[in-house]
Every structure is written in C-alpha cells, then in structure tokens.
C-alpha cells in the first residue's frame, strides 16, 4: 500500500516561493480558500498544501512582490498512449470517494471546434466592402416568431399582420443560464446591469428571480426547469421571455442538485425551499413525456402571461437535435435554444461533460436546415450556445443559421474566473460560484458590469468590422447565409452537413 494517498503523494500543481522575495504579508493565506497555504510562526514562513492546490491563482494575483508562482507538478505518474495522467487520476479519486468525479466549467477535451475550419468571406473589386466607420451597421436582432409574409392596409403603409411579441437585440449575444446558487447574486446582478445598458437580455437560471433584480425585468428571460423552483405568476410577469429548460450542454439527459449546505436564508427565498434543503431538478419534467405534454405547457405560460411573453425552449443538442428542434416548433415554441457539447459553465459529472452530445456548429446546421425543410424557419428563432470565445464565432454561427447566441463561460472570465474548474465545491476563490458570505463579497459587480459592457462593445465593432468586408451593412443578411462561409481541413461528409464548401471553391 502507498504511504500516503494518491491524490497526496501526486498532486496535480505545487506552489513556487521565492522566500528571499517574501516579506510574509499572508495575503496568498488570506486569500487561498482551498487551504493550499498557510503561515508557520515557529519557522516564520508560509508554507503549502501542494495537494490542496487546483490552480486557481489567486495567491499570484495577490502578492505584492510576484514571490509565487502555481506551475504543474513535473513529478507525475507514468502515463502512456492509453493510460493517461488524468485517466490513472480519476481511478484514485474513485478508488477513495466511490463516488461519480464532479467537475465544471464547460468540456476540456480537444474536441473538434468546427469554428475554426471556417472561413468568412470578404469583397475584392466589383462588390465593394462597407467602412462601418462610415456606413450605418445594423445589428439589431429580433426573437420570436415571425410570419411567412407581411401584408398591409389599403394605404399600402400599415402593416395588417399580427407579429407576436418579439425581443428586441442591440447585438445578437445574450448572457446564458446560470442560476442563484451556482453562482452569487454579484454576478448575476452584474449580467443584468450590462444587459439593460447595452440593449440584450440575461437569463436567470432554474433559481428563480433574486427580489433585488426586478428592476431589470424587461432585459430578464426567466427560466422554468423541470425542479420549477422560484415559479409563480410573479416570477412569470417580472420577466422579458420565458425560457422551458428540457436540458442543457453540461449534462444532457440529467437535472441538477444544490446542496443544502450551499441554500442560505437568499437562495431559499428566492427558490422557495426551506433553508438548508437540497435543491433537486429532477432529470425529466414529470409533466412532459411527449411533444403534446411540451405544447400544454407553452400555452399555460403564455396564458398565464396573457401572450406577452415569447416562450423559448432550450435541449442539449444530442443526436437527433434536428427532429427535436422540429417537434419545439410544431409545440409552438417561439424560440429553440440548443446547447452544444462544449456548453457548461457549472458541476457536472465528467462523464457526461465529456462524452455527451455534438458541436453546436454542426447542431446549428442540421436544425436550420430542418426547420427550412418543413417550412418552419420563419415560425420559431434560433439561439445557439455551448463554447463562444468570441465576435468571429458569433458572425460563424450566424452564418450558420443561428438567430442569437448565448455565451455564459465568458461572463465568468470576465468576472476573474481563471478556470481552475472547482464551480462545484462552492469555494470558489474568485467569488463566482460561492454563495460563502466572505468569498462572494470578492466579486464587485459594478466592475463586472462595466467588464461585460466592454466586452459587447468590443463584439459589436469586431461584428460590423467582419460584415463591413462581407460589403454587409445589416446581420439579418448573413443569417443562414453559408455560401459566405469555407471549409479549410474538413472531410466531405463534414462539409455537407454543416453545408459549407471547402476552399478554393
């Protein structure tokens, strides 16, 4: 038998001090809330719990003299093509906790990301690209169901249709699902400041709606998932859309789990359970089985909101996502959300993380396609997430045949997250997906605010730059539009179904 336990013989990162650079202030002690570190007063040093450590960095961001430095620990096991360092890792984390490996923040795996074999397209000579410092760019996105044709009065200036109750974009990003208790009210306080101040929309979560953020109703998409915590008709009215979660990118086909620890005097109120309760969703809605079971309860929301509000409804994107996205349209959905593979920004067991569901590029494709196919486009909105990083591949997913996105994981950068992948231990160094009354108080949110704004900003100028030499002056016109798009180091087979062609053609 190993003297010590695997996980305390062989840790995965280790601590590097410079004791001559150390005036052994005990900030990195104050700050590590893994307990990697602490100060030693016979020895007048701070010392490490290497095997406490996830990489989280806290401790460097902090010293005032650039002492530490968190670097991978050289000294691992003896991994092989097929037994891998993290593979013999997880068989001692099971081997002691019999327990499934929890993780988070999304897949880590190399999966192929289908944004980066495409290729947009730019004007030469006799179709001349637009300077959008000069030329209108429009960006404006709206979400709902449209109708096949418009037809006007006898003026021939009044529109005579009816279109439903649309959400208006000021760029086609909205800020994801993260709900009160996966991360802390700062951050979604911060979500919903700059949503309302650049013009989109941020989406509460399964958690219900904080009383705090009510004032940011008409920016807010609340969501109904299948454990219904925080639901009633005021949560409904206080909101912009609703949103019927069937799954999500970080665990398709499962619900989710708050644990008690973690459900303070707020998050209780707020989710309507008692203080100290688990919160459980429950994998299936147990009022849905079929695509009637999903109609009934659309129409209940809608009647309950007396038609004011679109309804979305949003799936993992698995297999066969493009006959489900068909049935949500058919159910009277007005938008589909699909979460891709690389989706996630909360705890997941790692197994499911890893090896359930398909790219939200080729996700995009198939549904886009089917609902043309079946002349259902017009009727239902398109809403991609799972994996963002940025304007570029926004503009892809566009072109791909999505109406808007969703990033969540960028939100969490952007609030300090340095991806140490801890969401689920709720001790979050950073502040972000602890509800700990002394960690979450490290998350400001009016800097986060601002750091979110920035970002859609700089989004928005990268977005029309890209249209702008696509001698495109509104989104709307690359919407679904492929042939703006090419395929570099793609098969055939991938190229037909994301309906690309390859380069050079």
């Not at 590590?32 to 016979?42: G, I, L, M, Q, V």
């Not at 906790?97 to 290729?119: E, M, Q, R, W």
């Not at 949560?235 to 303070?264: D, R, T, W």
């Not at 991806?419 to 400001?444: E, F, S, V, Y």
């Amino acid at each position: 038998m190993l003297f010590k336990k695997p996980q305390v013989a062989f840790y995965p990162f280790m601590v590097l001090r410079d004791d001559e650079k150390c005036i052994r202030c005990k900030s990195c002690v104050d700050q590590c809330s893994f307990d990697a570190t602490y100060y030693d007063k016979d020895l007048d040093k701070i010392l490490n719990h290497n095997e406490n450590c996830v990489n989280c960095k806290r401790c460097e961001a902090f010293c005032p003299t650039d002492a530490i430095k968190v670097v991978k620990n050289p000294s691992t096991f003896h991994p092989d093509a097929n037994w891998t360092e993290e593979a013999i890792r997880d068989i001692h984390t099971e081997m002691l906790t019999g327990a499934v490996i929890l993780t988070s923040t999304g897949n880590d795996k190399p999966i192929k990301n289908y944004f980066d074999h495409l290729l947009l397209d730019a004007c030469q000579v006799t179709n001349p690209p637009i300077d959008p410092l000069r030329e209108p760019m429009e960006l404006k996105t709206f979400i709902g169901r449209k109708t096949d044709k418009v037809e006007f009065e006898e003026d021939g200036v009044t529109i005579k249709t009816k279109i439903g109750k649309q959400l208006e974009l000021e760029i086609p990003v909205m800020f994801s699902a993260m709900s009160y208790g996966s991360i802390n009210l700062n951050l979604q306080k911060a979500m919903a400041r700059a949503a309302k101040e650049f013009g989109t929309f941020w989406n509460t979560g399964e958690g219900g709606l904080h009383k705090s953020l009510r004032d940011y109703k008409d920016c807010t998409v609340v969501q109904v998932a299948s454990g219904r915590f925080g639901v009633d008709l005021e949560y409904l009215e206080n909101s912009a859309a609703i949103e019927i979660k069937i799954g999500q990118g970080a665990k398709p086909g499962i619900g989710g789990h708050l644990p008690g620890e973690k459900v303070n005097e707020g998050i209780a109120e707020t989710r309507m359970i008692p203080v100290g309760a688990d919160a459980i969703s429950p994998a299936p809605h147990h009022d849905i089985y079929s695509i009637e079971d999903l109609r009934q309860l659309i129409y209940a929301l809608k009647e309950a909101t007396n038609y004011e509000k679109p309804v979305f409804v949003k799936i993992a994107a698995v297999h066969n996502v493009a006959a489900i996205a068909c049935g949500i349209a058919h159910a009277g959905a007005d938008a589909i959300v699909i979460d891709g593979v690389r989706g996630g920004t909360g705890a997941t067991p790692k197994s499911l993380r890893d090896h359930v569901g398909i790219p939200i590029e080729l996700a995009i494709a198939a549904v886009d396609d089917r609902l043309r196919k079946e002349g259902l486009r017009n009727e239902v909105s398109l809403i991609a997430a799972g994996g963002f990083r940025s304007a570029v591949d926004v503009l892809k997913a566009i072109a791909l045949g999505a109406d808007a996105v969703y990033i969540g994981t960028v939100a969490k950068l952007a609030a300090g997250c340095t991806q140490c992948q801890q969401c689920h231990t709720g001790r979050c160094a950073w502040g972000i997906t602890t509800n700990d009354p002394k960690l979450a108080k490290r998350l400001n949110p009016d800097i986060v605010a601002e750091n979110l704004y920035n970002i859609l900003r700089a989004w928005a100028h990268d977005i029309k730059e890209l249209l702008g030499a696509m001698g495109i002056n509104a989104i709307e016109s690359i919407k679904g539009n492929r042939l703006r798009l090419r395929s570099w180091g793609l098969t055939e087979q991938e190229n037909k179904i994301l309906g690309v062609l390859p380069a050079g053609m």
